[in-house]
């Protein structure tokens, strides 16, 4: 894989990759035995996709048209997928704590002569894939290859990626357990972060993008007047997103998400493109408004073809133009280990 001059790939990563893509089948033919249907990799569980409108705003600033949002006011089709970023279809709430939760979105048709690094099926789309906190609970790719390890090892129990903060573990450094400490940080950030309604809260692209030729984005999006106070149910189902979800989709009022850019140089310090737990402050760096995403009420969410088409979108941050390419470890690791998780999807 070729690289941005800004990226620092270590010489063992392309082998560690392979192994995630592997670990990534058998977990799935574990989880999914025949002749069950094999399900996603990661966010298996969705609470259900809607059809969207997304428009760049006709006001945006001149250095910020690029790419995808090179035209002002254009607009395009999309789909939405909100979903739980578990690894197993169970409860939306586990043990009364709280998951972390998805919006993948998928731009359709995206104009222009510019090339797409991956095509889908065919087609050129640009996904941004977000979750309801600015960064991955895990820094690097070790790290979330040995959590891979564990999983398949432990029946998709965790825990012991984070043991060794708590008792002595062999070939575990001092540096490893800083990463483990940041990466229980953000678990915990989580855990402690309710969800009422996967409509009514903000999301982020949680991993640095290119942004032309020499600058580096993160996004989100955030519903219009912003995030909703989020009150969990009293006895909630363990289905409640979808519940959420399906009920306010049945109303007439149409949802809008401003869809917002941090945009920095690539020379900066602090872009932490190879740590994916990295956060830019967003008071000295402030996101910007560039588009909006119109989800049009009512739509029906829970028919079988919505369900299937749903099931059928295949999602990646390599569905992209190349003024946005993904940059960093988890985003290389991503490109393999999704492709392999569709294509073992399709598999009969």
């Known amino acids: 894989m070729t690289s941005c001059p800004f990226e620092k790939i270590p010489q063992q990563e392309p082998g560690q990759i392979e192994e995630v893509a592997d ?16 399900l996603r990799g990661v966010h298996p569980k969705s609470h259900g996709c809607v059809a969207a409108n997304f428009e760049v705003n006709a ?11 090179s035209r002002p006011g254009a607009k395009y089709q999309a789909w939405v997928r909100f979903s739980n970023a578990s690894a197993t279809v169970g409860p939306d709430l586990v043990d009364s704590k709280n998951g972390s939760r998805g919006m993948a979105l998928k731009v359709l048709d995206v104009a222009g002569d510019e090339a797409v690094l991956l095509d889908d099926g065919g087609a050129r789309s640009q996904d941004f894939l977000m979750i309801n906190t600015p960064a991955f609970a895990f820094v690097n790719l070790p790290d979330y290859l040995r959590l891979n390890q564990i999983l398949l090892e432990n029946n998709d129990d965790p825990s012991m990626f984070f043991a060794p903060l708590g008792t002595e573990v062999p070939g575990i450094t001092e540096e490893d357990i800083e990463r483990i400490k940041r990466s229980a940080a953000v678990v915990g950030g989580i855990q402690s972060k309710p969800v009422a309604n996967p409509l009514g809260v903000q999301y982020f692209g949680a991993a640095p993008f290119l942004f032309g030729a020499d600058r580096i984005m993160r996004f989100s999006a955030e519903p219009v007047g912003g995030a909703q106070p989020q009150v969990l149910p009293d006895d909630p189902s363990p289905n409640y997103l979808r519940e959420a979800l399906a009920a306010q989709m049945s109303e007439t009022s149409d949802i809008v998400f401003d869809f917002k850019l941090q945009v920095r140089g690539s020379d900066e310090e602090g872009l932490g493109i190879e740590d994916a737990t990295t956060v830019w402050d967003e008071e000295e760096f402030p996101f910007v408004n560039v588009a909006t995403i119109t989800v049009s009420a009512p739509q029906d969410v829970g028919t079988e073809t919505v369900k299937e088409g749903c099931e059928q979108l295949v999602f990646t941050p390599w569905h992209s ?15 393999q280990v999704y492709q392999t ?8």
């Not at 006001?59 to 949002?69: A, K, M, N, P, T």
């Open 321 to 335: 133009l190349e003024s946005h390419r993904p940059l960093g470890r988890i985003n290389r690791l991503r490109k």
């Open 59 to 69: 006001d945006i600033d001149q250095s910020l048209q690029v790419g995808l949002f």
């Open 23 to 38: 670990l990534t089948e058998k977990l799935q033919n574990k989880r999914y035995p025949k002749p069950e249907r094999i």
């Open 341 to 348: 998780s569709a294509d073992h999807r399709e598999t009969p």
